[in-house]
């Protein structure tokens, strides 16, 4: 299995977002980690499928972006348009999932789904045939900066687990509190993908925090 990193443009200095994403490229960075928040499924706001056209042009890094809104099939047309790499939205944010993570992959995203720390994993045996990401998050999404929650590590072998039960190549990633120091034990767990944001973002040295994260899924846990 091999260690991709999404670094999350949350945390980046979006005043000088060109050079942090060159830095992040420099680093190793695999994808970039777009955040849509919309004030009501989540508190926050941030950005939409305009910042995603914006970054489009000027990298070649798959876009993963991560819909924390409600009734996310409202922007599956938007962000596919925007060059959206993967879409992956909350179930609890709309009522008809399959269908929508049919239509991600008719418009050529990659289709995830994303659980909170209190979504129970059994959801997936539904719809594992129609995903191409699960989305563990490990932290209740709203904000960068948050702590990696202890019980995600199970939540994640679990999740492994289902998805090598039913030989699914559905990517596994984790969101939230991804650091040095907990990014080994997400990984031994079973995890492929890590988003981070402020462990390097945060870092005077974007490019060496991302080798650093690295470094860390080099032996098994
Ligand atoms: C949280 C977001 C995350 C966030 C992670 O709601 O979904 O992607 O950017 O930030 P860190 O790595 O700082 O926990
Ligand atoms: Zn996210």
């Known amino acids: 299995m091999t260690v991709r990193i999404a670094p999350s443009v949350l945390s980046a200095d979006l005043g000088r977002l060109t ?10 960075a695999e994808w970039l980690h777009v955040d849509v928040m919309d004030g009501h499924f989540v508190p926050n706001l941030t950005f939409g499928a305009p ?8 990298t070649n890094l798959p876009l993963d972006v991560h819909l924390m809104v409600e009734r996310p099939e409202r922007y599956l047309g938007e962000f596919a348009d925007a060059g959206a790499s ?6 609890e944010a709309t009522v008809h999932v399959q269908r929508h993570l049919a239509t991600a992959r008719q418009l050529g995203m990659l289709a995830g789904l994303a659980l909170n720390p209190s979504t129970p994993v059994s959801l997936l045996e539904e719809v594992v045939h129609d995903v191409d990401l699960v989305l563990v998050m490990s932290v209740n999404p ?13 939540k994640i072998r679990r999740s492994r ?3 090598d039960r039913h030989e699914s190549p559905a990517l596994l990633e984790v969101d939230g509190g991804i650091t040095a120091a907990t990014i080994a034990e997400a990984w031994g767990a079973g995890a492929d993908t890590f988003v981070a944001g402020t462990a390097i973002f945060g870092s005077p040295d974007p490019a060496q925090a991302i080798r650093d994260l690295k470094r860390h899924c080099a032996v098994k846990v």
Not at 86 to 91: E, Q
Not at 142 to 154: E, K, N
């Open 19 to 28: 050079e942090q994403i060159e830095r992040a490229v420099a680093g190793g």
């Open 51 to 58: 910042l995603v056209r914006a970054l489009r042009r000027v």
């Open 86 to 91: 993967v879409f992956t939205f909350h179930p």
């Open 142 to 154: 709203g904000y960068g900066g948050q702590s990696y929650i202890p019980q995600s590590t199970d």
């Open 161 to 163: 687990a289902l998805l």
